[in-house]
């Protein structure tokens, strides 16, 4: 496999890429991502119907697409998707694995999008949050719903009606995961919810929290009794204020990023908030290690693929669009690459790829499984820079 193709699972990857399938050893299941850095820089807002360049698709058969690593079947191969896709539609592709982490990439293209310059790119693909954050700034094209019938037709109702963009006119999720607590049923008993991880005796000084704020802070404002798709000032201080204390408690080892694996299965850590994918792959090598969906909910992640504004190969992004929302299509990507797919009837194109896929939850998890999902509420930049500064404040202690 080449070396673009692999899973993204580098310091600066936000999760691993769901290995094999079949059944999945888990006790219950649950987004995560690395520490992003504070926005020093604010954004400068557009309108993306003024801020536009004249779509050339008719006679440019191409596009230009910025992803993740290990996010598409091998492209190299003549019967991928991409190659697919491009004996198809006659478009050429050029596809490019330059996302690294949402502030990485936003420090790229936030000068020309701010100021209504070009990026070079046809399509970016961005998590949730980033995404809210450059459809509120004005910054990525309104898509022709026309041109995406099966994006409004196929896409799995747990996606749909995003507060930031509740009518897909901006966003249409690539794929999806989950993030929750492991633990090592080695050492220590079932750990059901987020309160039990920062409160339990036997757990104290052997648990991680994640680094990046949206997530943990997410569980927190549960522990509190908040939404955190709709929560107030004073809740979020609450939330902070439980943090602090499991802190003073000596609860946490530590906030982690990448390595809590390592420390789960050496046992310095029993318990820890973890992400979908890098457990699944972790049971491969050590069935102790289970996933658990916590009594507080499932955080709920997509990273949403978006046209920007000054795209010359808008139409030509579109039936990118249109064509992985085929189910047969979405069913021979997920079969390679793991995550949650977005898009419904795939489950039984499935059955005719790889049956020991189909019932795997973190692939195709059911109404049941998503009913308790939850995810942030979109921030503005004021509040953007308040809780990043707070969570530091209290984080870095």
């Not at 459809?135 to 799995?156: C, R, T």
């Not at 963009?165 to 008993?189: K, R």
């Amino acid at each position: 496999m080449p070396p673009d193709e692999l899973a993204r699972r580098s310091t600066l990857s936000r999760r691993g890429v769901l290995k094999g399938g079949g059944a999945v050893a888990f006790a219950g299941v649950s987004l995560a991502a690395l520490k992003l850095p504070f926005f020093s820089v604010d954004g400068a807002a557009q309108d993306p119907m003024k801020c536009r360049a004249a779509d050339v698709s008719a006679r440019e058969r191409s596009m230009v697409i910025s992803n993740w690593t290990g996010y598409i079947d091998p492209r190299k191969q003549p019967t991928s998707t991409m190659a697919e896709f491009q004996a198809q539609t006659g478009i050429t592709v050029d596809y490019n694995v330059d996302v690294n982490d949402n502030a990485e990439f936003y420090a790229k293209v936030k000068n020309q999008l701010g100021s209504c310059d070009p990026i070079d790119r046809d399509m970016i693909v961005l998590t949730d949050w980033m995404a809210a954050r450059m459809i509120g700034l004005g910054w990525i094209q309104p898509m022709d719903k026309a041109a995406v019938p099966n994006l409004h037709a196929n896409i799995i109702d747990s996606l749909r009606d995003k507060q930031w963009d509740p009518d897909l006119t901006f966003h249409a999720p690539w794929q999806s995961g989950l993030t929750g607590i492991a633990y090592n049923a080695a050492e220590v008993g079932e750990v059901g919810s987020f309160e039990e991880l920062i409160s339990r005796s036997d757990l104290t000084g052997k648990i991680t929290l994640l680094t990046e704020m949206r997530d943990t802070m997410g569980f927190m404002l549960k522990v509190v009794g908040a939404d955190p798709r709709d929560f107030t000032e004073d809740e979020w201080q609450n939330a902070l204020d439980r943090l602090r204390k499991a802190i003073a408690d000596g609860q946490l080892r530590s906030f982690a990023g990448n390595n809590y694996l390592q420390e789960l299965s050496g046992g310095n850590v029993l318990a820890c908030e973890a992400w979908s994918g890098d457990v699944i792959q972790a049971q491969f090598e050590n069935p102790d290690i289970k996933f658990v969906v916590p009594e507080e909910g499932l955080s709920l992640w997509s990273d949403n693929m978006m046209i920007p504004n000054q795209a010359t190969h808008q139409a030509n992004a579109q039936q990118w669009i249109d064509y992985y929302y085929d189910p047969v299509v979405a069913a021979k990507l997920a079969a390679w690459v793991n995550y949650i797919c977005p898009v419904a009837g795939a489950r039984e194109e499935m059955e005719k790829l790889d049956p020991s896929l189909v019932d795997n939850p973190l692939i195709f998890p059911d109404d049941e499984f998503l009913a308790d999902t939850f995810d942030f509420m979109p921030l503005d930049d004021r509040q953007n820079a308040q809780y990043e500064k707070e969570w530091a404040d209290v984080t870095a202690g």
